[in-house]
């Protein structure tokens, strides 16, 4: 018996990473696996199918999920890639729903059982799923490095003959998962590190890594361990606490962002007026619209004297890293449904109940994007069409 699981080459446009790496082949084949991959898939991160044991390749990818009980992938998939797999049949990729409606609807028509990766519960057991977290990882390590990469000066301080220079000041603003590995980043290298978010158990994580923490005195926890949105006044208040950090700052990195909703507005078109000249602000939250009044996404552009970087589909640019944890966040999800060669789904797990999108022509639950009912929960359904003979 086995289950028959295919991974899809991305095409979307900046996206450099794949879904398996060779690294997991052997894990998910001990499970009970077979794997069929579209041809060239890992080629932008230099993994040619050659590096790929035990793994069949074709360039027919609408034939390949045809027969797929799994289909994994990166980025959204082609609405006419869901309309090709077998109802019941599982996909496993980042979905975002509020932007795919389209593909959030076919999905349903076709009744697939859609795991969005964005979905997964950020608690303690899911940590080894949680591709938002290691992607964000990598994120904000490449920000501080893509900055100083346009900065004309060093982040750290060194002694020369001539005499000294240096460090310079970096503010990292959003203290989550991007925000802190900028911070010790950016710590590593030497610069003078700050560190603000609007929730104030932040604080302890930003002086365990180095940073001093930029205190406002607002209070916006939020739900799920994101951030809540600002009230005009707290929005007023926090400016005028930052404003003197932003403007001190040789570095700033922005990182806040709120699932579903346009980036928050952390640095004001005044305020970037007001910074030191040759300053640089790497803007990672771009996707949503950026954190800058200034920003254009997509773009790295100049306002007065200052460079203003906004990069979008970050960890895309280290592919390969970015691969091999996303491959892993995959697996480590799929291991708790893929058991003796059969795909067995326990709706009582929390990671899988709130991981999934659609299940049965439905969605699983209001927070999909729709106020549609969520089906009744059954536990231990098994996937009907996973287990074949060999």
């Known amino acids: ?31 009970g696996a077979r794997l069929h991959m579209q041809a060239g898939a890992g080629e932008a991160v230099h993994l040619a199918d050659t590096a790929y044991k035990d793994v069949v390749f074709t360039t027919d990818r609408l034939a390949m999920v045809a027969d797929a009980d799994v289909v ?10 869901v309309r090709a797999m077998k109802p019941g049949a599982i996909l496993m990729s980042f979905i975002y729903a509020d932007k795919e409606p389209a593909l959030v609807q076919a999905l349903m028509d076709r009744q697939v059982t859609c ?13 080894a799923m949680d591709a938002l977290s290691s992607q964000s990882a990598l994120a904000g390590y490449y920000a501080v490095q893509l900055g100083a990469t346009h900065l004309a000066r060093i982040l750290p301080k060194i002694t020369t003959a ?6 310079a000041k970096v503010l990292v603003m959003g203290l989550g998962v991007a925000g802190l590995e900028a911070i010790a980043t950016a710590h590593r290298l030497g610069g003078v590190v700050e560190g603000y978010d609007v929730r104030p158990e932040t604080e302890e994580q930003a002086l365990s890594l180095g940073a001093k923490f930029v205190e406002t005195g607002v209070d916006a926890r939020g739900k799920g361990g994101y951030a809540r949105e600002l009230s005009p006044e707290e929005k007023a208040k926090v400016a005028a606490a930052l404003t003197q950090h932003i403007q001190q700052a040789d570095l700033i990195v922005t990182t806040a962002a709120i699932p579903g909703r346009p980036s928050p507005k952390l640095i004001s078109k005044a305020q970037v007026a007001g910074m030191k000249a ?4 790497v803007d990672l939250s771009a996707e949503g619209g950026g954190n800058c009044e200034d920003t254009t996404p997509g773009e790295t552009t100049r306002i007065g004297a200052v460079t203003i970087v906004a990069p979008l589909n970050v960890p895309s640019l280290l592919g390969e890293d970015a691969s091999e944890l996303y491959a892993k966040n995959q697996f480590n999800l799929l291991a708790l449904m893929l058991k003796d060669n059969i795909i067995t789904i326990d709706w009582d797990d929390e990671v899988l109940a709130k ?8 969605l699983r639950n209001a927070e999909a994007g729709s106020a549609a009912s969520a089906p009744q929960a059954t536990t231990h359904t098994p996937i009907k069409l996973a287990a074949k003979a060999v």
């Open 115 to 127: 795991f969005a990766m964005e979905r997964v519960p950020r608690i303690t057991r899911a940590q």
């Open 72 to 81: 994994l992938c990166v980025q959204p998939p082609a609405s006419e890639v």
């Open 162 to 167: 001539a005499g000294a220079i240096g460090p």
């Open 355 to 362: 991981t999934a999108l659609t299940h049965a022509g439905k």
């Open 278 to 281: 040759g300053a640089v602000i």
């Open 1 to 31: 018996m086995y289950v028959n699981v295919a991974v899809l080459k991305e095409t979307q446009p900046r996206e450099r990473r794949v879904a398996l790496t060779p690294s997991i082949v052997a894990r998910l084949t001990k499970l």
